[in-house]
Antibody, heavy 120, light 107 residues
Framework: QVQLKESGPGLVQPSETLSLTCTVS????????VNWVRQPPGKGLEWMGT???????DYNSALKSRLSISRDTSKSQVFLKMNSLQTEDTAIYLC??????????????WGQGASVTVSS | DVQMTQSPSYLAASPGESVSISCKAS??????LAWYQEKPGKANKLLIH???TLQSGTPSRFSGSGSGTDFTLTIRSLESEDFAVYYC?????????FGSGTKLEIK
């Protein structure tokens, strides 16, 4: 059974760095990519970036200067780090598995999300 | 960036009815479009990819159509479990972008 679960601090101070973990089960990170997507309150979904099965990454250019996605395949974990947080970064942060070939850019399994509030 | 415009943003219908949700891309995205369902307390669910291909496990009352810039999600004979928020997503080019969502509520 494919599962993804996000974890991290619920509250982050402005200008600080957000660190989130996506722990996956039921599939291997060396076979599938994992995406990070966020959803600000009352707004739509924003793709943040992807770490591919070979460890390479792609980022949304709007966030690229602040964002880093990495992984630990031995622990089946994907990490998101984003610096210089502002109040507009308050959102639900979700991880989602990329599809099997050739549908790599489709997100075929999702976590339930981690709520992050940026506030002093 | 490819802007995805969904309409309507809100839709009220009764069980048994059929509804359609539109998703328009700001430029051609071929058939590189997916539809997702969002329900409170549950993980988002992929319903359709490639514009019209049902993901395994998606009930046949769901269908997708369109290519280029105009796409439609149709749900026939609504069931209680279908009342949710629906999003489209283009994956023709980076950045991947989503529509703003359509909330389907029970009338």
């Amino acid at each position: 059974q494919v599962q993804l679960k996000e974890s991290g601090p619920g509250l982050v101070q402005p200008s600080e760095t957000l660190s989130l973990t996506c722990t996956v089960s039921g599939f291997s990170l060396t076979s599938y990519g994992v995406n990070w997507v966020r959803q600000p309150p009352g707004k739509g979904l924003e793709w943040m970036g992807t770490i591919w099965n070979d460890g390479s990454t792609d980022y949304n250019s709007a966030l690229k200067s602040r964002l880093s996605i990495s992984r630990d395949t031995s622990k089946s974990q994907v990490f998101l780090k984003m610096n210089s947080l502002q109040t507009e970064d308050t959102a639900i942060y979700l991880c989602a598995r990329g599809g099997a070939a050739p549908h790599y850019y489709v997100m075929d399994a999702w976590g339930q999300g981690a709520s992050v509030t940026v506030s002093s | 960036d490819v802007q995805m415009t969904q309409s309507p943003s809100y839709l009220a219908a009764s069980p048994g009815e059929s509804v359609s949700i539109s998703c328009k891309a700001s430029k051609s995205i071929s058939n590189n479009l997916a539809w997702y369902q969002e329900k409170p307390g549950k993980a988002n669910k992929l319903l359709i990819h490639s514009g019209s291909t049902l993901q395994s496990g998606t009930p046949s009352r769901f269908s997708g159509s369109g290519s280029g810039t105009d796409f439609t999600l149709t749900i026939r004979s609504l069931e209680s479990e279908d009342f949710a928020v629906y999003y489209c997503q283009q994956y023709n080019e980076y950045p991947l972008t989503f529509g703003s969502g359509t909330k389907l509520e029970i009338k």
